[in-house]
């Protein structure tokens, strides 16, 4: 039987505290200069729906390499965890597609682990409870809701021996170069000498591919950032009219990374009721959405030195573009 616990100490009253902290990051984007809206907030149901299209759009290049990858080097992966048995820690599963060839290939191959994956939605954790308790009734599962470094934490205090933690898809680049250290550290400090992790980082490349993947023609992306509006209309009592806002994603090469926004496209102010406050758009002022960052072999390698990583290998899709680095870490 799949199981799992909460991590969120305001279970009782988990809604109550959700939405006030929504709101009060709202009221703390709305208030900032440079108005914003951070990227945590895209995902509750109708988000993850949103993205899981966006995935499998045909100018979305990042989830058919990592496929690739990982169908490839899924028993060069296998071997490097050796005999014995391993904790397999995911940080965000989303709907669990890429962690099933890993899955399958360990299970094939005789390994034995429990799977562990740690997600702030309990709808996603029940979700893959239920996905993996239907397709695997021989895999151990224990689900994990809470942040990711908290629920490192709880694992690291109750589970023994080594561990293998998978991060994939792009979600590094959410992170600046000091929020990757810092959040890269944290994990270092929850993992034991000679742990493993996997992490997936979307390579440097021609500007008009990353332009296309974030622009994609049926306008998916752009759904699935104005539902950020759709989200504060429904939690938070806000007044947004959609149509009068338009999404813009772009490539900043000074710091190399991919940057989305949604533009207000009239002079307006919006009311927001949890909030008893009017918030004033400027005609064409942008709300900044998200960074997704990309990097060069060399950042990878740099990101994991400064780290307390050693990398073990660069996996690479055919076209070069998306890179999974395998990593030990290292604590002597």
């Known amino acids: ?19 006030d902290q929504f709101a009060l990051d709202i009221l703390m984007g ?5 108005k914003f809206i951070s990227s945590k907030y895209f995902y509750d149901d109708l988000g993850s729906r949103f993205f899981n299209q966006i995935a499998d759009s045909p100018e979305y290049y990042l989830t058919a390499c990592e496929f690739e990858i990982l169908r490839s080097y899924k028993q060069d992966i296998a071997k490097q965890l050796g005999p014995g048995e391993f904790n397999l820690i995911e940080l965000g599963a ?3 597609r890429k962690t099933k060839v890993l899955i399958e290939e360990f299970l094939r191959s005789g390994h034995k682990f429990e799977y562990l994956p740690i997600d702030i939605s ?3 954790i029940f979700y893959l409870s239920e996905e993996f308790g239907t397709e695997h009734q021989d895999l151990s599962f224990f689900g994990i809701i809470s942040e990711y470094e908290e629920g490192l934490r709880w694992i690291k205090e109750n589970r023994d021996g080594r561990s293998f933690v998978c ?19 944290s994990i270092w400090n929850t993992l034991k000498d000679g742990d493993l992790m996997l992490i997936g ?24 950032n104005l539902n950020l509006l759709t989200r504060i209309n429904k939690e938070l009592g806000g ?18 990374a991919m940057e989305s926004y949604l533009i207000s496209l009239s002079d307006q102010t919006v009311y927001i009721k949890e909030l008893q406050k009017h918030f004033h758009f400027q005609e064409y002022e942008p709300i900044h959405l998200e960074y997704s960052y990309k990097y060069l072999q060399s950042d990878v390698e740099t990101l994991a030195k400064s780290t307390g990583f050693k990398v073990i290998d660069n996996l690479y899709d055919s076209q070069k573009y998306f890179c999974d680095s395998l990593w030990q870490v290292i604590k002597h």
């Open 1 to 19: 039987m799949n199981e799992y616990i909460s991590l969120n100490k305001h279970l009782h009253n988990q809604d109550i505290f959700l939405r």
């Open 30 to 34: 709305f208030s900032s200069p440079t």
């Open 94 to 96: 989303g709907d669990g």
């Open 122 to 124: 309990e709808s996603a």
């Open 167 to 185: 991060f994939l898809g792009s979600n590094i680049g959410n992170f600046d170069h000091v929020n990757s250290l810092a959040f890269l550290r």
């Open 201 to 224: 980082f979307d390579l440097k490349k021609d500007i008009d591919i990353l332009l296309s993947a974030y622009n994609d023609i049926e306008g998916i992306t752009k759904e699935f």
């Open 239 to 256: 007044e947004f009219d959609l149509s009068k806002f338009d999404h813009f994603g772009t490539y900043n090469p000074k710091v190399g």
